[in-house]
């Protein structure tokens, strides 16, 4: 049967139908054998096993194998096409019915293969081994095969049938037809229509034809078309899945003129759009579109060509260009997005990427520090530069990253402007920005090991700092390759010769211990991103007596870098920590109904993940922290053991978290394990952030293995009236201190006013812990004005 060619970009180079019945085969074809005696033939079949059918009802050229019968030789009978010139085209297809009757024992077969002269070389472009439809030549098949490969002046096409060493069945071939696609000369230029759904077509390389575009010279595979316009403007787009470039020539085949040429879609994501203008409606027109050569992206490939009347330029963002640069405030919140979409490349190129395109520019003037942090919040692959200099004259390139997402820039000139180039990885990669730029702060003091803060092992609260600013000073982490930003710290070993480190840091960073002096330091430890919110890290073998130093630096991670704040704590590692196990009720958490602690303020996400007693009234530095609070989790408590010589005496604090029960723990243990102290008698102390803190009535023995309550009893805390019964046996801290400072006052009302009606926070007078202020803490709070707290705990 016959199936017609599309309509559009299909050439018939060449066609046979075999219907004139004259000839051995047909003009310019041969066949022969192997061994020699039998040959195709061109007619119709005699063979009545074959019924006398014919493919269409004419002539055809097939092999009859069964008629030579049981006696006949083992065939290879080869069938050539004559030659044809497909060299005008890029893409070339055969075309042919074809009717193949396998045999059911013998492994008969046709191949067909391609060549560009009269012999076959390399593996055949098809191979039918099955039956290709029924067992009569009526019953057949269309078949398409891509043949662009062998492009050339002489084209043949050989099919070669194997009868598989014995009497096999039959095989016809007709209506032949080789077409060319895509013309790769302007002569021969194939028709659009300005309007219609864009037509398919692919190129090939080595068809180069035409003068070389001025955009782009490294180029090949070229394809040709032409349009009447229909007006003075088309838009035109090629939506090619290769790295194209767009050529437009007015004129004549003969005298072609260059209007446009455009390469943007760099690597082949999306191919190009073209609005043009100043035509002269009803002229012809001349598209080649060919693939850019030697970079990245594919030189070859399909596309889908249209022509739209009229159209517009996309329209370029307004500070598309450094003259229009935004000028930004320092330190100001971002409200307003902007975007990349359509914005063009002005230069200059960064030096981390040189595929950068789609450039938008802000401005600022640099701090007092000469410190910034730029943050672009991209919801694409980001490029960010920033220059010196001015967009008139020359801009020098001070700081950029190709990670994208914030930029850190050091040693600015105060008041000085400076410019940002926000910039696409590479072209076809747009979106939106909101940029903001914040002042940091000046070098950290502890940058360099000369200049190490000296650490008190046993500290009770922890050193902070931060290394941001900073820069790289001393040697590498034997634990990081390609470490950032140190900062420095000391200590003298304890006689026990084993220490306990929290870095407190909430970045990817390497902790690396050293013994010796600044001068000349050796490696001793090296801990890879400890977990600040996981237990400290023990390190045995000091020297006792020796200084050893601990440098902290940022660790590359797969997005760059990221610097922050530390809190640094050492604690005697030759001190066995002692856990203690405690209970407490604070009165605004607690459910009379369920008799639990709500956990409202966990369950809807404002409970903090950091400890929140960094503050006044408590100035507690710990680096407590919590990943994901637990979902029994209510709340943050801060404990202290007391020496049981002198209750007003602090020997350790620590935060945990207050469970719904009443329970206070450490994350994922069933107690408070205490760095700082050793098993013996404390005083213990609980505070919650605005409740009246209480005080064991007595020391405590620690550690502990049934808990301490203080909701047992009334006399479970120091004092009078500590603890409010709640008239069900349970005893509870007395809500409304606000402030914190351990008595319940009109300016813990004043706080309360302060807060009202707050919502969705976590704030001090929300006493019943709802995230919310409102008259409930009020009236939790108006019982209990003028309470008192012991005077060890008052602040």
């Known amino acids: 049967m016959w199936v017609s060619k599309p309509a559009f970009a299909d050439v018939t180079l060449y066609s046979q139908n075999f219907n004139t019945c004259t000839g051995l085969v047909a003009s310019g074809w041969t066949t022969f054998s192997i061994p020699a005696g039998a040959n195709w033939t061109l007619g119709t079949p005699a063979n009545p096993d074959a019924m006398g059918s014919t493919m269409n009802g004419s002539c055809f050229v097939y092999f009859d194998d069964d008629i030579l019968g049981n006696n006949a030789l083992a065939n290879g009978v080869w069938l050539r096409s004559a030659a044809v010139n497909t060299t005008g085209y890029a893409k070339i297809t055969l075309e042919f019915d074809l009717h193949f009757r396998a045999h059911d024992v013998l492994t008969s077969s046709l191949e067909v293969y391609a060549s560009t002269s009269t012999t076959v070389s390399g593996d055949p472009i098809a191979i039918y081994r099955e039956s290709v439809t029924g067992s009569l030549y009526s019953q057949n098949a269309h078949q398409v095969l891509d043949i662009s490969d062998y492009r050339g002046a002489t084209t043949y096409i050989f099919f070669l049938y194997k009868d598989g060493g014995g009497q096999s069945w039959w095989a016809g071939i007709d209506n032949f037809v080789i077409n060319g696609t895509s013309s790769v000369t302007c002569a021969n230029a194939e028709t659009i229509t300005p309007g219609n759904t864009c037509a398919a077509g692919a190129n090939a390389l080595n068809t180069f034809n035409g003068a070389m575009p001025s955009c782009n010279t490294n ?69 080649r579109i060919s693939g850019i050569t030697n970079t990245f992206g594919a030189p070859q490939g399909s596309f889908c060509l249209e022509v739209l009347n009229g159209g517009s330029n996309p329209v370029a963002p307004g500070n598309d260009l450094c003259n229009n640069a935004i000028p930004l405030t320092l330190n100001q919140t971002c409200t307003t997005a902007n975007a990349n979409n359509n914005a063009n490349f002005d230069g200059p190129v960064p030096a981390l ?107 009770t609260n922890c050193t902070p700092g931060t290394n941001i600013m900073a820069t790289m000073d001393g040697p590498n982490p034997t634990c990081e390759i390609f470490p950032d930003a140190s900062i420095w710290y000391r200590f003298v070993a304890p006689a026990s010769g084993k220490i306990r480190l929290n870095t407190g840091a909430g970045f990817v960073h390497t902790a690396a211990l050293y013994s010796g002096n600044c001068a000349s330091l050796t490696p001793f430890a090296c801990i890879d991103n400890p977990d600040r919110c996981g237990a400290p890290v023990l390190i045995t073998g000091l020297t006792p007596a020796a200084t050893y130093y601990l440098q902290i630096s940022s660790a590359k991670n797969p997005f760059g870098y990221v610097y922050g704040d530390v809190c640094v704590r050492i604690t005697d590692g030759n001190i066995n920590p002692v856990k203690a196990k405690v209970k407490a009720i604070p009165e605004g958490l607690y459910d009379l109904n369920t008799g639990l602690l709500r956990t409202t303020l966990n369950s809807l996400g404002v409970i903090p993940t950091e400890q929140p007693f960094n503050q006044l009234p408590w100035n507690y530095a710990g680096s407590e922290c919590i990943n994901i609070p637990p979902s029994n989790m209510a709340d943050w408590v801060l404990l202290e053991l007391r020496s049981a010589a002198n209750s007003n005496t602090v020997i350790d604090r620590k935060a945990a978290l207050l469970l719904s029960d009443g329970t206070i723990t450490d994350i994922g243990d069933d107690g408070i394990t205490f760095l700082n102290a050793a098993a013996g008698n404390y005083y213990i102390v609980v505070r919650h952030r605005n409740h009246i803190a209480v005080l064991s009535n007595a020391p405590v023995t620690l550690p502990n293995t049934t808990a301490y309550s203080f909701s047992s009893a009334a006399g479970q805390a120091m004092g009078a009236n500590q603890l409010k019964n709640m008239g069900n046996g349970v005893f509870a801290l007395r809500a409304g201190d606000f402030n914190a400072d351990g008595v319940a006052t009109v300016a813990d009302f004043n706080l309360f006013m302060s807060e009202s009606a707050g919502v969705n926070g976590y704030f001090g007078a929300d006493a019943n812990s709802d995230r919310m202020v409102t008259i409930a803490d009020f009236n939790l709070y108006q019982p209990n004005a003028g309470a008192i707290g012991m005077p060890q705990i008052r602040y």
């Open 219 to 287: 180029t090949d595979g070229a394809v040709w078309y032409k349009f009447t316009a229909p007006s003075p403007a088309v838009t035109i787009n090629t939506h090619a899945a290769f790295n194209d470039l767009l050529t437009v020539f007015g004129g004549t085949c003969a005298a072609l003129t260059e209007i446009a040429c455009q390469g943007s879609d760099l690597y082949g994501f999306e191919g190009e759009r073209k609005y043009l203008t100043g035509l002269t409606a009803g002229n012809t027109y001349y598209l």
């Open 353 to 459: 990427n040189n595929k950068a395109d789609h450039n938008i520019w802000y401005s600022f003037a640099a701090p007092a520090s000469g410190n910034v942090l730029i943050t672009a919040d991209a919801n694409f692959s980001d490029v960010l530069t920033l220059f010196s200099g001015n967009c008139a004259g020359t801009l020098t390139e001070v700081a950029g990253t190709d990670m994208g997402r914030e930029l850190r820039a050091s040693a600015l000139t105060p008041a000085a402007t400076y410019y940002l180039q926000v910039s696409s990885n590479f072209n076809s990669v747009q979106g939106s920005v909101c940029v903001e730029v914040i002042s940091l702060p000046a070098v950290p003091a502890n940058d360099a090991c000369a200049n190490a803060v000296l650490l008190t092992v046993g500290a």
